[in-house]
């Protein structure tokens, strides 16, 4: 009984439970009191007390369940649950062990339905308890796939909700490792041992960390003001920030790619961050400090840390190489300047060697390792060349291989390349000049010359200076010498042209006054390095040192004038005076060809001709100032060009045709001598004199044009029209050869003939050249027309001249005109070539027009006169015979045109005399014409209907259509095959289908004679049709046929052979009947009912041949 008892009061306790315990506890929460006081609190917490806290707070029933003995427990799951089962189906109690029985019959009257259904919660929990027993030691070593399997056998617990347990238990984890905001990186290998001991798959893993951050939301998100946490420094801050580091690396580690960004998408949502960059933001702040750590460690173990080891840090952080490029160059930066502190700013090997090895620890390129050394080393180097420079500014006697000294030690200590010095030392000696260059600028700007000049004699000092330190450095192998050479060209900043010639003027204007060859030279080199160029120098030279150096020199030429020195002491003055203030050669060259100009003016003034004395003073005088010849002809063509020109116009007007005779020609000679005018000047010079004397022949020349071409009339009112205006005088624009009679017979040729003769006696036409197989260029003039009438009335000038030349047909008197006249007047060669091959063709055509009207061919004594025309219009022989054949097919193609015009249907009579034109013009229609397709089938069916009626597409022997002739007819006219088949067909029916009801009508209006002759046509359409004429009316045949006979049978004899034969054929006709196998046959044998019936299908088309 007692045992009883025992078991039926634990029974009691179960179902108790049960009944009114049977949720899952949460675990405790804790809150914030103060951050020092959570902290404090959670030193010694740890993530597994999550799993102590659910057995504490499991409830009694699931304890007990979980508690009770081995075979009690396996009594109650596989006992009590199904009895339970069984008493709510109506089993009987008497089926179970008797206290089995007892038990079921206790707890089912107790339980009832409802409790029976609490007892599978309560073994859920039973399961959850076992399990969070087995994990709260924090060694999951024990654990393994077959426990996880024996547990929820155990509980008879399905896969899904086995699954949800384990999810919970790592969610509580979670939130219990969250306690502590704090990240360690232990953490991470925790979270990785309980997921394998629990065998969680990626989905159950996410699963548990969104529970997780539902937790932390509720508890740290939901009520919490936005500005505690906005600050990275607050608990509840932290914790969400440890929480996305923990989901995120997690999941990242032990799910698929697609699986972890579901995962943390969620975790974006339920902790309401910003983004998905806000939660990686948020990783990097987590990760970067325990990072920094480990970078802290690197720098104590250098030797021992790889690469390798501080990659797989950061992988184990999240971190990729690119996050950490910042931090690790402050690294090599910290180390850097650490090292040069504790060596007195200096980097030996030693340290060197350190930072190589930490830049291949962290990853630093060489590039950029090098690139942070210099950034920190180069200030350094910079203040001892600064300082060096300053020393040597303060006392200029001191020996600059001490201060070469003192750098290369420097470069030594910092253990610079020379490669890397020489980059600085350039830079600080580019500064150190600046600096006072600066401040000149500066005083120019506010126009302080007196300040100006003393900054710039500053730099002056700097620049000497720099200077020796280079050639110093240079010696030493520092400096390459091409640096050195191009040092001082960008030397100085870049400043306005203006500042620059102001600073320059303030330097020159003082070496003048000093007098000093030294410091002009240093002037001078000051030239290039304020990119002053020799016109920006020659400027300010002119206008500060002309004045006086022309004073000077013009004393010197006076005295030497007036006999006071001789002219090589006045040339020793001037020397001295130059060479003393170091005046530059192009300074006094500039000063010395204005003198000579002032000189030179003096005596050609008002287009004056120079006497030969004065001459000779001009060649003194440039022989003074040592001036070569070549080096003034420039000046004598501006000062005499005018009185040359002059005296070429005299001898151009002594002339009475215009040609400068050889006494006048040698005249201009020595003019030209007399001035120093080059041979080359004084060419252009006549030429340009032959065009003023050309003016009032072109306008002569035009005036006879217009006496040629314009009426009395138009002539008279010629200064009333404008030069633009129809040159043809009847307002037709006609540029043919029928120009008519103008108000006189002025020599138009003769005029341009004295044109020409002009140019050639003065030597004016370009010269040919006599080397055989040179190139043909077109011709150059070197004086025309061009310009003093507009270009059309040239063109009609040229246009009358070529016409009236060939109509006096004076042979070669007008081939010098003929050649050059459209040159003299400025016309293009190509404008000359259209007028002149116009013309040819004007010319060739009339002739050939009025050969093929009166002759319609061109016979073989025709040609002769043909190739002279040809010849003397310059037309090629390729040119002129196709000219010749385009005339003789268009003479075929009006013919023809003509004929079409007179009437829409040819008759037989106009077909042969189409073909008889074209036979005599040598043109065959059909192969060589390009007439429209249906001008062309016109034709052809009109000399096709012709040979059908006229009896000539019959063969003679047989009776039969000929498809000789037909097909000959076809290929006259150059119709396709099979285009002409159809027509020709359509055409017989047509034809025969007309004379047969023409003859009816006829016969009925009792018109014999019309009836015969469509009887006659009936008959000759019949041969070549496919079947019989349509008439309808028995009687009307036999009326048909009887006045056929009648008319042709005679009262005597009857009807001859060929009558006989012809009445045959129209019976036939009229009666329909069908020969030769039911249907007759065409020319060729091919049906002509067919729609593409061909006239002969051997013969080709020639056209198409």
Not at 427 to 444: D, G, I
Request: hydrophobic share 40%; glycine share 6%; proline share 4%.
């Amino acid at each position: 009984m007692a045992g009883s008892r025992t078991v039926l009061s634990f029974l009691a306790t179960v179902v108790v439970a049960l009944a009114f315990n049977p949720a899952i506890p949460a675990g405790k929460r804790w809150t914030t009191v103060s951050r020092g006081t959570v902290r404090r609190n959670l030193v010694e917490q740890k993530p597994t007390d999550a799993f102590q806290e659910l057995l504490e707070a499991g409830g009694d029933g699931p304890k007990l369940i979980k508690d009770m003995p081995s075979a009690l427990n396996t009594a109650v799951l596989n006992g009590v649950v199904p009895a339970l089962a069984a008493a709510a189906a109506g089993a009987s109690w008497a089926v179970l062990p008797p206290p089995v029985a007892a038990v079921a019959a206790y707890g089912g009257s107790i339980l009832g339905a409802q409790g029976r259904r609490k007892m599978v919660p309560a073994m859920d929990a039973a399961a959850k308890l076992e399990l969070a027993e087995l994990l709260a030691p924090g060694d999951y070593t024990s654990i393994t796939p077959t426990t996880l399997e024996a547990i929820q056998t155990k509980y008879k617990v399905p896969d899904e909700v086995f699954t949800d347990i384990k999810v919970d238990l790592y969610a509580k984890f979670l939130v219990a490792m969250l306690r502590s905001p704090e990240f360690k990186t232990s953490e991470l290998k925790e979270c990785a041992a309980l997921k394998e001991a629990l065998a969680m798959d990626g989905e159950a893993l996410g699963d548990a960390f969104f529970a997780c951050a539902e937790e932390i939301y509720t508890t740290k998100v939901a009520w919490t003001n936005t500005k505690v946490l906005e600050d990275p420094e607050s608990l509840e801050r932290m914790t969400l920030d440890k929480c996305a580091f923990l989901a995120s690396r997690v999941m990242g580690d032990h799910d698929t790619a697609e699986g972890a960004a579901y995962t943390l998408a969620r975790i974006v949502t339920i902790l309401q961050l910003e983004s998905k960059q806000d939660l990686e933001d948020r990783c990097f702040d987590v990760a970067m400090p325990l990072y920094q750590t480990a970078l802290d460690t690197v720098l104590t173990k250098l030797e021992s840390v790889t690469y390798d080891n501080l990659a797989k840090a950061r992988a184990s952080l999240g971190l990729s190489d690119r996050q950490v490029v910042e931090e690790h160059e402050s690294v090599f930066t910290n180390e850097l300047c650490s090292i040069m502190e504790k060596a007195d700013f200096q980097l030996d090997k030693d340290g060197v060697a350190r930072l190589a090895k930490l830049a291949e620890v962290l990853g630093v390129s060489d590039a950029d390792r090098e690139a942070m050394v210099l950034e920190q080393i180069i200030p350094v180097f910079e203040f001892d060349i600064n300082d060096v420079m300053a020393r040597m500014m303060e006392d200029p006697t001191a020996e600059v291989s001490e201060a070469v000294g003192v750098v290369c030690a420097r470069m030594a200590g910092l253990s610079m390349t020379p490669k890397q010095a020489q980059s600085v030392i350039v830079n600080c000696l580019k500064a150190n000049l600046a600096k006072p260059f600066e401040q000149a600028v500066s005083y120019a700007r506010v126009d302080n010359a007196k300040g100006a000049l003393g900054a710039m004699q500053a730099t002056l000092e700097s620049k000497e200076a720099a200077a020796i330190m280079l050639e110093a450095l240079e010696e030493n192998k520092l400096v390459p010498v091409e640096v050195v050479d191009e040092f001082f060209n960008s030397a100085l900043p870049p400043v306005s042209s203006s500042i620059a010639k102001q600073l320059y003027t303030g330097m020159l204007l003082d070496a003048l006054e000093a007098e000093e060859p030294e410091v002009m030279d240093a002037v001078a080199e000051l030239e290039p390095m304020l990119g002053l160029t020799d016109a920006d120098v020659l400027a300010i030279y002119n206008k500060e040192c002309g004045p006086v150096l022309n004073t000077k020199l013009k004393e010197n030429l006076w005295k030497m004038e007036k006999g006071e020195c001789s002219p090589e002491e006045a040339k020793q003055a001037l020397d001295e005076y130059t060479s003393a203030a170091r005046v530059p050669g192009k300074v006094l060259e500039s000063v010395s060809m204005s003198t000579y100009q002032e000189r030179l003016e003096s005596v050609t003034s008002e287009g004056k001709i120079m006497s030969k004395d004065e001459r000779a003073d001009l060649d003194n005088l440039r022989t003074f100032l040592s001036i070569a010849d070549a080096d003034v002809l420039h000046l004598h063509l501006a000062a005499s060009s005018d009185a040359y020109k002059k005296s070429c116009a005299e001898a151009f007007s002594a002339a009475s045709n215009g040609i400068v005779s050889a006494e006048y020609r040698e005249g201009l000679a020595k003019v030209a001598d007399r001035l120093m005018i080059s041979e080359e000047d004084a060419s252009k010079l006549f030429n340009l004199a032959a065009r003023a004397h050309l003016e009032p022949m072109a306008k002569k020349l035009v005036d006879v044009f217009e006496r040629n071409v314009l009426t009395k009339e138009q002539y008279a009112q010629k200064h009333g029209t404008d030069d633009g205006e129809d040159f043809t005088g009847d307002g037709t624009g006609d540029k043919s050869l029928g120009i008519g009679e103008g108000s006189g017979n002025a020599d138009l040729p003769g005029a341009c003939l004295a044109l020409a003769q002009f140019f050639e006696g003065n030597g004016l036409l370009p010269e040919e050249s006599d080397e055989e197989g040179a190139k043909e260029e077109s011709p150059k003039y070197a004086v025309t027309a061009s310009g003093l009438f507009q270009e059309k009335m040239f063109e009609e000038l040229f246009r009358t001249f070529k016409v009236k030349s060939m109509q006096e047909q004076a042979g070669s008197k007008y081939d010098l005109a003929a050649k050059h006249l459209g040159g003299l007047l400025g016309l293009p060669e190509g404008v000359t070539d259209r007028i002149t091959s116009e013309l040819g063709a004007d010319v060739y055509k009339n002739f050939v027009g009025q050969l093929l009207n009166t002759k319609g061919t061109v016979e073989p004594g025709d040609f002769q006169q043909l190739v002279t025309i040809q010849q003397s219009l310059g037309m090629g022989e390729d040119e002129a015979m196709e000219l010749l054949w385009s005339l003789k097919k268009g003479f075929v193609a009006k013919k023809i045109e003509s004929a079409l015009s007179v009437t829409t249907n040819p008759d037989g009579s106009t077909i042969a005399e189409i073909k008889a034109v074209a036979k005599r013009a040598g043109v065959d229609i059909g192969s060589d014409m390009e007439l429209e397709a249906k001008t062309l089938m016109k034709l052809f069916l009109a000399d096709a209907k012709d040979a059908v009626l006229s009896g000539r597409g019959l063969d003679k022997a047989t009776g039969e259509p000929s498809p000789e002739v037909l097909s000959q007819v076809q290929e006259d006219w150059g119709v396709e095959t099979d285009v002409a088949g159809g027509a020709f067909e359509e055409m017989v029916k047509s034809g025969l289908a007309k004379a047969a009801e023409q003859a009816q009508g006829a016969l009925q209006r009792d018109d014999q004679k019309t009836a015969l002759e469509a009887l006659e046509e009936l008959i000759a359409f019949s041969p070549f049709a496919g079947e019989g004429a349509k008439v309808e009316n028995e009687a009307m045949k036999v009326d048909l046929v009887k006045v056929y006979k009648d008319a042709k049978a005679d009262y005597v004899e009857g009807l001859n052979e060929e009558d006989a034969k012809k009445l045959e054929t129209l019976e036939a006709a009229l009666g329909a009947s069908v020969l030769h196998e039911g249907r007759r046959k065409s020319p060729i044998g091919t049906p002509l009912s067919h729609a593409a019936t061909k006239i002969n299908r051997t013969q080709k088309n020639p056209k198409a041949a």
